[in-house]
């Protein structure tokens, strides 16, 4: 089984500020990591996944992440943040042979970006 | 740009109905997926769905809930006597294999029970 913890429920940043928006998972077995963001009364969209390869990934929006299979993290960060950027971002894991392909997401973190 | 289409986006329940959440996947995907999200709480899985026959589910997923495809495009979600604690978002997706890809999530429906 994985678990996944998102350490910060909410993050308020001003525009134009960097942001890290922190994920940690547990798990015994390989896996896929992806972050998802939520825009009010939407559904999920994906920002970016690490299948295997490079652990620097990119995504939608100007959006990277860093796998770090020694510290299990898989942080999400943006050099600089804009206005539209304010939503839920869920972090997700999932068995690397899950024969379901079952998603487990963290408690999501609600980016609060500032003028 | 293809996309997970669910209908309808917010529905409105008496405790004790029957209701069914309906799902449109993408077209060339072949597994499909139900999460809910309760207000406030985790998004959390609930079944997955393969060639007819449910893959995988969740503790949540009891004998009140059922999927079915009931032709080549629909993909649903039965719930046989909702109780107030079922009142959630409840989000389809589908993928195009089962390992080694991304699932793409619908809007969602929002159901409460009243």
């Known amino acids: 089984a994985q678990s996944v913890t998102q350490l910060d429920s909410q993050v308020p940043v001003f525009e134009e500020a960097p942001v890290e928006l922190r994920c940690n998972y547990s798990s015994s077995v390989s896996v896929y990591l992806f972050w998802y963001v939520q825009y009010p009364n939407q559904g999920l969209q994906l920002l970016l996944k690490?299948?295997?390869?490079?652990?620097l990934v990119k995504g939608i929006n100007g959006f990277e992440a860093e796998f770090n299979k020694s510290q299990t993290s898989f942080h999400l960060r943006k050099p600089s943040v804009h206005i539209s950027d304010t939503a839920e971002y869920f972090c997700a894991v999932t068995s690397a042979n899950n024969v379901g392909n079952m998603l487990t997401f963290g408690g999501g973190t609600r980016l609060m970006v500032k003028p | 740009e293809p996309e997970v289409t669910q209908t309808p986006s917010h529905q409105v329940t008496q405790m004790g109905q029957e209701v069914i959440l309906r799902c449109v996947p993408i077209?060339?995907?072949?597994?499909f997926y139900w999460y809910r999200q309760i207000l406030g709480q985790k998004v959390e899985f609930l079944v997955s769905?393969?060639?007819?026959?449910?893959?995988?589910k969740s503790e949540i997923f009891d004998d009140q809930f059922s999927v079915e495809r009931p032709d080549g495009s629909n993909f649903t979600l039965k719930i046989r006597s909702t109780k107030l604690e079922d009142s959630a978002m409840y989000f389809c997706?589908?993928?195009?294999?089962?390992?080694?890809?991304?699932?793409?999530f619908g809007q969602g429906t929002r159901l409460t029970v009243v």
């Open positions: 997706a589908s993928s195009v294999r089962q390992v080694n890809t991304e699932a793409f």
């Open positions: 690490y299948l295997s390869g490079s652990t």
């Open positions: 769905f393969y060639n007819n026959e449910i893959s995988e």
């Open positions: 077209s060339n995907h072949l597994y």
